[in-house]
């Protein structure tokens, strides 16, 4: 609860501080008048107010008609998700100008120098500039406000509008019996109010039609609620694949009741769950080792050591259970990647990852440098990495977390074939 109420909080401030600059900057153009503040607030209390009424009155369990997210949700995810873009943007131009205007109010206190700054700022050529520079920052704030509301706006629609990744990915010393072998990645589906049975059966189906060897899903089942469950293993049932479905826990599986999701999962799905476990798979008379790890309840940004050692000791427990341990190709399910550097220095050919979402709201992405928060916290954010032969593949998952926006980042499910 502390972690949600941290995250309101930080929100409501961002918010606070977008309606003060606005305010601010409507003081500075000759249409203000001292009833725009009242205004200006309205949309602020209304949409907050209507948070939250549902979050807190009717709790995370309010499902409403298709119609009434339309008219009474979506509005309010835009809102949202554009204010909080405009204040990281406001505090960030903030955070870079808080030097300049520091050593401007020192100097200020110094009589002499006050006077002499007060002559500059009369000269014409100064004014100039300063008159280009407020029509700039005009211009800028305009500019800024349409592409939050506008990407907002657009990444909601399109929050479930997925698209499927193919990836060749070579072992080390692969056996001929293996290679070509195909492997479906699938990621974070947070089961819940923003992916619901209906939502979830487009991607089972989907599954099923890529008709891969194995399928794999480490983590994040459910969103916030355990009984989420329920829908996911209804929408799943029918998914097949030939060689096993395995799976694995994730952060928000932890945070509900993992006894009661890991529970579900192996009773009424065709799920594999690997906690801290591994499967010896025979393909072609070869051998193959899915490993499988549950994450903590932790959110944070590092790999918990704890996970560290389930991984240390599955591997061990694979090792002991094998001969010609190291010329047989190993899978790794781990839920969150930021450990990949350690990884590496274990006998495991290939990891599957997701938590990251690949960011879920990509503000700016080119090539490969992606601006969101996910970039802050780890170098591992989506798509393929590989250390000498050892290799991570990081999922931009199917869910969405805090807001069902996704903006430059399309949930993603991944075909990886082995060669």
């Not at 977008?18 to 309205?42: C, E, G």
């Not at 293996?178 to 923003?194: F, N, R, V």
Request: glycine share 6%.
């Amino acid at each position: 609860m502390g972690f949600f109420l941290t995250v309101i909080l930080v929100v409501l401030l961002l918010q606070a501080f977008v309606y003060y600059r606005f305010i601010r900057f409507l003081k500075t153009t000759k249409y203000y008048k001292p009833s725009f503040k009242y205004i200006v607030l309205i949309p602020f209390v209304v949409f907050n107010v209507s948070f939250f009424i549902i979050s807190f009155v009717f709790g995370r369990d309010f499902n409403p008609p298709e119609w009434f997210r339309i008219v009474g949700l979506y509005p309010f995810y835009v809102w949202e998700a554009a204010t909080m873009f405009i204040g990281l943007i406001l505090v960030a131009g903030w955070i870079i100008k808080f030097p300049f205007i520091l050593v401007s109010w020192i100097l200020k206190l110094i009589r002499p120098v006050r006077a002499k700054m007060e002559v500059i700022k009369q000269k014409p050529v100064v004014q100039r500039i300063n008159t280009s520079r407020r029509k700039f920052l005009r211009t800028a704030t305009f500019a800024v406000s349409a592409y939050a509301f506008s990407g907002a706006t657009y990444g909601m629609i399109r929050h479930n509008s997925y698209s499927i990744e193919t990836q060749e990915i070579k072992i080390n010393n692969l056996p001929q019996e293996l290679k070509g072998l195909t492997i479906t990645l699938i990621s974070d589906i947070h089961a819940g109010q923003y992916m619901t049975e209906d939502d979830m059966r487009e991607y089972a189906d989907a599954l099923n039609e890529l008709n891969s060897d194995i399928i794999c899903i480490p983590g994040d089942f459910v969103n916030y609620q355990p009984q989420d469950i329920n829908n996911f293993t209804k929408a799943f049932r029918d998914v097949k694949a030939k060689h096993g479905i395995y799976g694995t826990l994730g952060n928000h599986d932890y945070f509900v009741d993992p006894e009661y999701v890991a529970k579900a999962i192996q009773n009424d799905s065709p799920v594999k769950l690997l906690r801290n476990e591994f499967n010896k798979i025979n393909i072609n008379g070869k051998e193959l080792i899915i490993l499988g790890v549950e994450d903590t309840r932790d959110a944070g940004v590092q790999m918990n050591k704890r996970v560290m050692g389930y991984i240390d000791n599955t591997l061990n427990s694979a090792k002991a259970g094998s001969q010609d341990f190291s010329s047989i190709p190993k899978i790794l399910l781990c839920h969150k990647p930021y450990a990949f550097d350690d990884i590496a220095q274990r006998e495991i050919d290939l990891t599957v990852a997701g938590h990251t979402h690949g960011g879920q709201v990509v503000p700016v992405k080119i090539g490969n440098f992606n601006m969101s928060f996910a970039a802050l916290v780890s170098k591992y954010i989506d798509g393929l990495y590989t250390t000498g032969n050892k290799h991570l593949y990081v999922s931009r998952g199917i869910g969405s977390v805090g807001l069902p926006i996704r903006l430059n980042c399309p949930p993603e499910i991944t075909k990886i074939t082995l060669v």
